[in-house]
C-alpha cells in the first residue's frame, strides 16, 4: 500500500515514523514543499537571535529516513489531487501515485487586511524560508522593527530582534496581555516584569491602520492613535490553515479540512491532521495536538480506528526573564492567587462549582506546572 503524506511537519513526521513502526509492508513518502527536512517549527523564533545544534533543530538527521525506508522528497509543492485516479501533482510536473492520503500542510501566518502589507520588509516567520529572509535583513543591519501582533509567538520574536540589536515595538489589538493565556490580574503582574525593558515598547489596544512606505519599502506603521517607525515589520497576528488544494479538490473544508474524530475527511482514503486540519469542529494551533494527531493518523491510515482524543494543551513562555505556564480554562467558580512580588512568582488556580481544577496560571516559579497540569479536569468530565 502506498502512504502519501503531504507536509514537513510535526503532524507528516510523526505519522511517517509511527506507520513504518506498526507495519513493514507500507511504503510512505512525506513530500514537503520545504527544502529541509521535518524540524521544530517552535524554534524558528529563537533562531532568529541564535544558531541552534541539529540536533536541537531537526527532528531527525537525515540519514533517519533512508534507514527507516521512509521516502522524503523535499522541495515539491503539492499542486492538485484527483481524488478518483488517486494522483496527485507537483509543482514539479512529476506525478504521484497514492492508496490512502495524509494531508498534514499546516497553516500560514494570517495579514491584516490593511493597505501596506505588501511592501518590502513586511515579513511573517512560518517556515525555514522566512527564517533565511529574516536573517538576511538583519545581517543587512535593520535596527527597528515592528511586531503586530503581541501573542506568544509575538512576544519570542520581539526577544530575538531585541538581541539582534533591534528597537522593538509590539502592537497588540487586544487592551489585555496574552488574553488566551493570562486572566486580568495575571496580565498585569507579567506586564510589570516586562516594563522598563530597553528598547521594547509594548503598545496594547492598539489597531493597526496601514504600513507606511516610501520607494516600496515599510518605513512604520500607522496606528490608530499615532505611528511607529520600523523599516521591518514582522506580522504574527494569528494563522489560516492551508486548505487551498484539499479545497479544489473537493474535500470538504470549513476553516480547516473537515476531519471527524478518526481524522478521516469526506473523501474517502483521505485523512487530514495538525494545524491544517478541524477535527470534530476543533482547530488547535499547538504543536503537542499536532504530533498527536501525527501517531493517531498513522494507525487510522493503516485500517485501524482510533480517535484523536483533545487534552488541555498548556502555554509555555520565556521571554526576557519572564516565565510562565497556564493550562485549562482560566475563569471559574472560585479561583485561589498566592504571590510573592520580591521572588516575582505567581500562581493562580482556577476551579469549578464542584471545587475540581479547572484551569491553573503560574509565573516565575513553573515546578508545579506539570503536577498542576495532570490535575486538570478533562473538558469531557467537566458538568
Ligand atoms: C515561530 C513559531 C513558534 C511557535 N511556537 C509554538 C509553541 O511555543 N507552542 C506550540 O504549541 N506551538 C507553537 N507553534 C505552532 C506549531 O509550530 C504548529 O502548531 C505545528 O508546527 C503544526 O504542525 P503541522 O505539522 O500541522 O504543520 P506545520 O508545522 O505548519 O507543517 C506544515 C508543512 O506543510 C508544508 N506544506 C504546506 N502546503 C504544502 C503543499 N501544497 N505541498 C507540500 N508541502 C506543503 C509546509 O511547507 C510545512 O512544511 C509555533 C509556530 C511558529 C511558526
Redesign the pocket.
Known amino acids: 500500500m502506498k502512504i502519501a503524506i503531504?507536509?514537513?511537519?510535526?503532524?507528516?513526521?510523526?505519522a511517517a515514523k509511527n506507520i513504518r513502526s506498526l507495519s513493514d509492508e507500507a511504503e510512505v513518502t512525506i513530500?514537503?514543499?520545504?527544502a529541509v527536512p521535518?524540524y521544530?517549527?517552535?524554534?524558528?523564533?529563537r533562531m532568529a537571535a541564535e544558531e541552534l545544534a541539529d540536533a536541537q533543530f531537526y527532528i531527525k538527521p537525515a540519514s533517519f529516513y533512508a534507514e527507516n525506508r521512509i521516502g522524503l522528497e523535499l522541495g515539491?509543492?503539492?499542486?492538485a489531487i484527483d481524488t478518483k485516479t488517486k494522483t496527485l501533482t507537483?509543482?514539479s510536473g512529476v506525478p504521484a501515485h497514492y492508496d490512502r492520503l495524509l494531508l498534514?500542510?499546516?497553516?500560514?501566518?494570517f495579514y491584516p487586511p490593511v493597505p501596506g502589507m505588501d511592501l518590502d520588509g513586511v515579513m511573517s516567520?512560518?517556515?525555514?524560508a522566512?527564517l533565511q529572509k529574516l536573517r538576511a535583513r538583519l545581517d543587512a543591519g535593520v535596527k527597528r522593527a515592528a511586531v503586530i501582533g503581541g501573542g506568544?509567538?509575538g512576544l519570542?520574536?520581539a526577544q530575538s530582534l531585541l538581541e539582534r540589536g533591534c528597537t522593538v515595538t509590539v502592537i497588540e489589538g487586544s487592551s489585555l496581555l496574552l488574553p488566551r493565556n493570562l486572566d486580568e490580574e495575571a496580565a498585569g503582574v507579567v506586564l510589570k516584569r516586562l516594563a522598563g525593558i530597553d528598547n521594547l515598547t509594548l503598545r496594547f489596544g492598539c489597531s493597526v491602520k496601514e504600513v507606511a512606505g516610501k520607494d516600496g519599502r515599510a518605513v512604520g506603521v500607522t496606528l490608530a492613535d499615532g505611528t511607529c517607525e520600523a523599516d521591518l515589520v514582522m506580522v504574527?497576528a494569528g494563522?489560516r490553515a492551508?486548505i487551498?488544494?484539499a479545497a479544489a479538490a473537493g474535500i470538504p473544508c470549513n476553516r480547516g479540512i473537515v476531519a471527524d474524530s478518526c481524522l478521516r475527511t469526506g473523501v474517502a482514503e483521505i485523512y487530514a491532521?495538525?494545524?491544517?486540519?478541524e477535527v470534530a469542529g476543533a482547530s488547535?494551533?499547538?504543536?503537542?495536538?499536532?504530533?498527536s494527531?501525527?501517531s493517531v493518523a498513522a494507525r487510522n491510515l493503516l485500517g485501524e480506528e482510533q480517535p484523536f482524543v483533545s487534552q488541555a494543551?498548556p502555554?509555555?513562555?520565556s521571554v526576557f526573564g519572564v516565565k510562565l505556564f497556564s493550562a485549562g480554562k482560566l475563569a471559574g467558580a472560585r479561583s485561589e492567587t498566592t504571590q510573592d512580588a520580591a521572588a516575582g512568582t505567581f500562581r493562580k488556580l482556577f476551579y469549578d462549582d464542584s471545587n475540581r481544577l479547572i484551569g491553573c496560571i503560574l509565573v516565575g516559579d513553573l515546578r508545579e506546572a506539570v503536577k498542576l497540569q495532570s490535575q486538570i479536569i478533562p473538558v469531557r468530565e467537566r458538568a
Do not use: K, Q
Not at 521544530?40 to 523564533?45: I, Y
Not at 516567520?125 to 525555514?128: G, S
Open positions: 503531504i507536509g514537513g511537519g510535526v503532524a507528516a513526521f510523526e513530500y514537503s514543499r520545504e521535518p521544530r517549527r517552535p524554534a524558528l523564533s515539491r509543492t503539492l499542486c507537483f509543482d498534514a500542510t499546516g497553516s500560514h501566518c516567520l512560518r517556515e525555514y522566512d506568544l509567538l519570542e520574536l504574527s494563522v492551508n487551498e488544494v491532521a495538525g494545524d491544517c486540519a488547535y494551533g499547538l504543536y503537542d495536538a499536532a504530533r494527531m501525527g494543551y502555554a509555555r513562555l
